[in-house]
Nanobody, 126 residues
């Protein structure tokens, strides 16, 4: 069974950078690199928010609040997706989750998600 495990979250000061990783493991892990991969974030008391997506062909999309600061990528050999986060702001503080979708193309909907990771905490102080 496929598993997604995030890492890289920590506490940083505003203006700093972090790179989150999401390792996809399991017998069919390579298959999932050919589906939509995405990063989401959630703060207590609020709905989970989609942050970035990358489809099977490598096309990326971002929520407006992170455009120009965050970059999503994937590495087939390592069955890993990354979220490079630069110029971090206190409002980026959240639990960050990676996810794999049902399709090759991405949709910003919860029912498009097949599997979730358990999350990694990012805290940005001012």
């Amino acid at each position: 069974q496929v598993q997604l495990v995030e890492s890289g979250g920590e506490s940083v000061q505003a203006g700093g950078s972090l790179r989150l990783s999401c390792q996809i493991s399991g017998r069919t892990a390579h298959t999932y690199l050919g589906y939509c991969l995405s990063w989401h974030r959630q703060v207590p008391g609020k709905q989970r928010e989609g942050v970035a997506t990358i489809d099977a062909d490598g096309r990326t999309d971002y929520v407006d609040s992170v455009k120009g600061r965050f970059t999503i990528s994937k590495d087939y050999a390592k069955t890993t997706t990354y979220l490079q986060m630069n110029s971090l702001k206190p409002e980026d503080t959240a639990m960050y989750y990676c996810a794999v979708g049902w399709d090759r193309v991405c949709a910003w909907t919860v029912d498009s998600i097949n599997r979730w990771g358990k999350g990694t905490q990012v805290t940005v102080s001012s």
